[in-house]
């Protein structure tokens, strides 16, 4: 027997606080990755790994923050903690992924398809691989020509992302970013959702075992928002990334030339001979 699917149990509220995530975790990963091509090549890899986990998180909050919302008619939904897990780690891995390829290769075309890609199938991956770890009476069913149009949607979001990262430098650009960032996130999840069609098991009774919704999310979201939270206290507090790409550049550019210069007298300023000169002693 089909099973009445809701996504919206709670009305608006779990789809626009996901969005707010999606954008949250987009935001400060983007903006991690514009600041690891300002560094040297040290500090890179703490940067690209900074947005990874932030872009990561996001994604992840944002999936179970939307699935309190799902629900089946008459069959209580639980989830499996190992799986839940498994998938933030699939997500900031294979994110990882494609940050790393185009923060150290630049956004290149096969460096943005390939980092891309590799995102988007993460992304994808961590949300089915969430799918896999709910536990009902009843068996889910998938569309296949929406699972794959889910698929491109997460990598083409993916890739606009990415090319975002290192070409966008004013803040403001990078948040009108991050706004469509989140919007094709959750694009990208409820087009997955409408592909799920779930097959009830009239007869069966008792608990389908693993952790409910609520349970398992109040625990589970506190690790993720904190390291969300840190992240925009660094982005936040980081004056170079807060100049831009430009003013840094002239701040790096100054520095060098002093420090190459230790020791040594600066050299004095020609007078300007457009103003005119006082006698000594005036």
Same mark, same amino acid.
């Given at each position: ?46 940067? *690209?790994?900074? &947005?990874?986990?932030?872009? !990561?998180? #996001?994604?992840? +909050? /944002? %999936?179970?923050?939307? @699935?309190? $919302? ?41 460096? *943005?398809?390939? &980092?891309?890609?590799?995102? !988007?199938? #993460?992304?994808? +991956? /961590? %949300?089915?691989?969430? @799918?896999? $770890? ?149």
């Amino acid at each position: 027997m089909r099973g009445t699917v809701d996504g919206f149990s709670y009305g608006l509220v779990t789809p626009l606080v996901a969005y707010f995530m999606a954008c949250l975790g987009g935001a400060l990963g983007l903006r991690c990755t514009t600041r690891s091509l300002l560094v040297a090549d040290t500090w890179r890899a703490g940067w *690209l790994a900074l &947005g990874s986990a932030a872009i !990561g998180s #996001g994604i992840w +909050t /944002m %999936h179970f923050i939307a @699935m309190m $919302g799902f629900s089946v008619e008459g069959v209580p939904v639980h989830y499996d903690k190992a799986l839940t897990f498994a998938s933030l780690g699939v997500a900031i891995v294979m994110v990882g992924i494609g940050v790393f390829i185009v923060g150290y290769k630049g956004a290149t075309g096969p460096a *943005l398809f390939t &980092g891309g890609t590799i995102t !988007g199938l #993460g992304v994808a +991956t /961590m %949300h089915y691989l969430g @799918m896999a $770890g709910m536990r009902l009476h009843g068996t889910i069913e998938y569309n296949t020509f929406l699972v794959g149009a889910s698929v491109v949607i997460a990598m083409a979001a993916a890739t606009a992302a990415l090319w975002a990262a290192v070409q966008i430098r004013g803040i403001l650009w990078s948040l009108g970013a991050s706004l469509v960032m989140g919007l094709a996130v959750s694009g990208m999840h409820y087009m997955g959702m409408a592909a799920v069609s779930v097959r009830t098991h009239g007869g069966a009774t008792g608990s389908p075992g693993g952790e409910s919704a609520a349970g398992i999310l109040a625990p589970m979201m506190v690790g993720p928002l904190c390291f969300l939270l840190l992240a925009g206290v660094v982005v936040m507090f980081d004056p170079l990334l807060v100049m831009g790409r430009p003013d840094w550049r002239d701040a790096l550019e100054a520095e060098r030339e002093g420090r190459s210069r230790a020791g040594v007298p600066r050299p004095r300023r020609a007078p300007d001979r457009s103003l005119p000169r006082t006698p000594q002693g005036w």
